[in-house]
């Protein structure tokens, strides 16, 4: 029995859940889910005992000092709550933990059972994977679910994705046998540029969830930090021949297969969030418009860690590990890895 102490009644609640790991390219997905925790100032309820789920070997706890005492820190997944205010107040229950080394079974049941408990009524979980697609391009995101009453009521792909998965796909199939209506959210991050962050991904998934929810998201200073993300790639890029013609490559077969979409849904859904956040639609109050970014830009991020490299990798087309899912599976044009 879940008991929930401390936590009010929930107003029309979704889950919106996110898990760092093999799910998460360029850390995109997890860092959209902590930009909402930060923004609406998500207070933590509960979190799931660590001992049930991780390998300590391969996530391992971190110890460090408070006031000259020291405390470790478990990897583990928590839950928190946000009220997001305005003419159509509602509250958002936000999921943020790591894939999990083991009883996936046991820990999506567990999931579950806060959104019961809660009276979740939908849950969206967000996804990123690598695939060729150019970093000059708008982010392509997909929106899948396993009811096809959803897809058809949501404007939603049917999910055909068959082959390895991870705990998106499970917690997604948990939620559908569980009769929970269940999203997945899916970015493609640029596989020659996919070391975090990648600001670029983490908008794009904050624009496509604001739409699915129908609730205006404050941004902060993401939109500047996903431009210097894009110049800085740019000029890393214009360094390197091979690299630019690759980027080149995949830009006409980018625009290409999405010419005869250039108008249409794409624009309307544009231009729909346009007038959301000239109006000042539910979830963002005064004052709480787009930041500014640090003057310059800090595209630090753009260097590999392991290989202090100051520019992306050539250029060869890389053949993808058979565990990581690929963008046509989670593209514009896919299904998702599940």
Known sequence: MIELEGVPELIDPVMVAAFEGWNDAGDAASTAVAHLD????GEVFAALDAEDYYDFQVNRPTVWLDNGVRKITWPTTRLSVVRVGGDKPRD???VRGIEPSMRWRSFCNEILGFAHE????MVVILGALLGDTPHTRPVP???VTSDPDLARTMDLEETRYEGPTGIVGILQEACTHAGVPAVSLWAAVPHYVSQPPNPKATLALLN???DLIDMRIPLGELPEDARAWQLGVDQLASEDSEVAEYVQTLEEARDTAELPEASGEAIAREFERYLRRRDGGPGQGPGQGPG???EGGDTSYLRDPGSGRTRPPKPERPTPEPEQPQEDEGSEDGDGEQ
């Not at 930060?38 to 100032?41: D, I, L, T």
């Not at 809660?118 to 009524?121: F, H, N």
């Open 141 to 143: 995101v997909s929106g």
């Open 38 to 41: 930060r923004e609406w100032k």
């Open 292 to 294: 500014l970014a640090t």
């Open 208 to 210: 496509r969830l604001e």
């Open 118 to 121: 809660l009276g979740v009524e």
């Open 92 to 94: 958002l229950v936000l």
